[in-house]
């Protein structure tokens, strides 16, 4: 088709004659649609502005359509799937979600960022930067986290509920897709590898496992014990939140904040018997993996990425918290309701990320794309491209569609103005011994600023006076006291945390936190020996807060000073606060000038010990104490606002330079007690004098030493005498009494041998080694150590009949053979139950499951033989451990038993050949010989 258009042209000849020529032109029809005009490519976003109009002027070019205008409809669609979790969500941690959604405060994160408390999160791989929540990476391999028993509690009882987030693709092996990779996993912690209740996928199915104890039902039924929910969001390598909640025997799944519908055959359901009871048998709760406590291993771990776990023991979370904690914060934003024309509808997806226009005709359409906007209401969003696609469609009276280009623009986030979080105040205080006992305000001058325009200078003390920061009101700084009164009312910090350097003592150290107000405003917080853990609160209360904490020290003579390290954060970590350093000073008491000459008995330092030396010798005495004085007059603040308090050197208050005068000592005769007066005094002189001259202590040091050896040489000569005098004593001095004849009728046995060498043991004389045992019997007897009643049986036959050769301890022991009767493989055994310990009973009769301790002295021997090279003992047994540990059998040491202790452990190595020829042994010598 084409239109007719009627031309009238004139012809000129040669001539100069003009002839008129009608001449009928035909013109293509150029009808349809040119599509969106007005369109830019690029919007850009400022975040904390508010709603953007994305396209005000839009405007949908259609020219003579070939078909009468039914409808139009368009789709607009915003891609975030790149940002984070999906879409910008907020990143605070899960004590600040619980403010912002309401969630139950008896919640418990069992992946929280690494710090004081949560100490098993430490070693785990987690995302780069702090653009969103800690996420963390399981490898499916080796990472995973064992919860401590003092975290959560593992009886989840008949109601809780799981919460998580998760990234999850299917197995790169499609071979081996039915393997278990656990989210969660309490099992035992050895024995048996029951599992009592776990989380895991396989085969992209999201299954619970939740076993009855033995006191919770019958043996002999059968409840529920897995639910299996086959979804495709497991394996699509996607963020998704999904929750759990059980109310048993019911179990409903929320997933991205909305409740999955549940089918007759999704999920399955399938039934189990109860656990059967066992005694001694602890469980182990583990994230990432699940422990195996018959091998003593971790299996079957996770791979994927974990953020925002937490349980909730008791209770179910409300359905709107959870919606809470997946609604994203950036999205469209639909045009007025009382701007729609009659004849056109919008809606929009629940995430806000699609939103679909129908009209009558181009124009109403337009009018409503020009309303639409895109809001971002995180206050530090993520910077960065967001997608957008326009696509529309023209559908005709006669049913036909007419195609409209699409368009594709991108909204371009700003990066937000980092905020400044400044800690500042008196970072060094000094108090004495009676303030450490009542109790000290540590951070009574501390002041929490977040602005966007404050910048913290290097200072090396960061002191700052509080004062100075309450002058901000003055007419130069009035708007940015305004601002930072805003903003700490505003603002809201995820977590200040105090360590301690070093850590408390228990005994004698504790903090008091205002806990009645942090209850009231219910704020939670986490102490322990390396400090304190304080959760999400506004900056107003924080500041509250941290001003009423008091340190205790019940022993501050064993300090110089304790150091406390406050750092605070906010959006999880995201932006950090300056390292806020308080040192409390300890000021030791002062040394009286006249108990000078007792300072080495009371242990004063050596610096204290020269200074007054120093003082001493120096002849113009009298400046050092002008000098003294004036540090003693110096005036410090102490961290109130007074200046009135005399200031003390920090840390070195015993130390101080005093004026001693020394008067001569005065040596009298007159009587022997003067003698004594005057030698002590000489004394206390010289022992105060030698510290003024290192002869005199050279000298001191030199008759100490002579006087030593002089009682040593003494002693020795003694004992060698009084051994002479022993041995030289005549055997034959017997008197008629004792050469009576022997009347067996008086022999009675009425003492315990026993209690005489009890006795003996008792004497504590040198008769008992050099003597022999009938001359120690009669020593007692002539002592009185022994009454003449109670003399062993013996004594009189053994004096009667004296031994040709008598036994003194002096005689060399016989030379006894003790031949060995245990196998080699018995002494590696005893020592791997002294150095690993018992792992209960063992099942003699099970000889397909050899114990652990078989598979050690397996390890043992085979290393043993395979080795070229002679390996003592201890390396052998370290080495066998070490196979263990690498094979996955966890082994742990006993306390006290680091010491390896393997003698006469001999390996027949196959290899080395004996060179000791072979002996000849005869039995019958042999037996003669025993």
Known sequence: MGLSIPISVLLFTFLGNGLPVFVSAKAPRFGGVKGWKEIHDRIEYTPTSGQKILFPEAELQLWNVPCDVQDVSLQLSLSTSHIGKGCDRDTYSIESQRKLCGANVASVDLLPSPGIGAEWTRYLPTDEGHESDKIFEFDGASVAAMIPETVLDHNLTNKFSISFWMKHEPPADHTNKHIKEHIICNADDHKKNRHHYALFVRNCRLIL??????????????????WRWKLAEVCDNKWHHYAISVSFPEVSLYLDGQLYKNTSTNPEI???????????VNTTLTVGACWEGKANKLNFHFRGFLAGLSILRGANESPNVLNCLHRCKEGLELPPSDSLDSGTSVSINTQGSEILIEGKDAIDVEDMLSQVSYINTREYPTPGRRSLRLSTSIRCSNGKSLKVPSVDSYIMVLPPKQPLISLNGTPNLAREYEAFVQGIELFSTVSILINHEIEVEDDED??????????????????????VSKLANVHKLDTCSIQVYPPLNPDHEYFRLPNNFMNHLGVRFTESKDGIVINADTVHNYQTILREIVYFNHKPAYYLNRAFKLTCSELNGRFISNDYFQTLTVIHPKVDPSNLTGSTSQGFKSEASSDVVSGLNNNDGSSRHNEADNKMNMMVNDGHGREDRPGIVAAHAQVHQQQVELKDSKLKSNGF?????????????????????????????TVIIVVCVGFLVFMIVLGVIRIRAAH?????????????????????????????????????SRLQKFASIFNRVEGFLRSGGIKPDD???????????????????????????????????????????????????????????????????EKYVEIAKSSQMDIDDVTLFNLAANRLRESGIKLRKYEGSNNIDLPDVNIDKPAMKSHNPKQNIDIASLMDNE
């Open 673 to 701: 007690r003067d003698s004594l007066e005057s030698s002590e005094i000489f004394a206390r002189t010289t022992a105060m004098k030698s510290r003024l001259s290192p002869i005199v202590v050279g000298h001191a040091v």
């Open 462 to 483: 960061n002191n700052v006076n509080p004062d100075d920061i309450g002058d901000l009101s003055s007419e130069d700084s009035s708007k940015p006291t305004k601002e």
């Open 728 to 764: 030289s004593r005549p055997s034959e001095t017997r008197d008629e009494e004792q050469e009576m004849a022997w009347d067996d009728t008086s022999l009675t046995i009425t003492v315990n041998p026993l209690d005489i060498f009890a006795n003996l043991e008792m004497a504590q």
């Open 209 to 226: 496992l939740l076993r009855r104890e033995f006191n919770q039902e019958k043996r002999t039924i059968f409840r529920p014990a897995e």
């Open 791 to 857: 003399k062993p049986i013996w004594f009189d036959v053994y004096k009667r009949f004296p031994p040709v050769v008598e036994p003194i301890y002096l005689r060399p022991l016989p030379d006894i053979n003790v031949k060995p009767i245990f196998y080699h493989e018995d002494k590696i055994r005893a020592e791997f139950y002294r150095v690993f310990g018992s792992p209960g009973v063992i099942d003699l009769m099970d000889s397909s499951n050899p114990t652990i301790c078989d598979l050690f002295i």
């Open 270 to 280: 399938v039934d189990d018997w109860p656990l059967h009871a066992m005694k001694g």
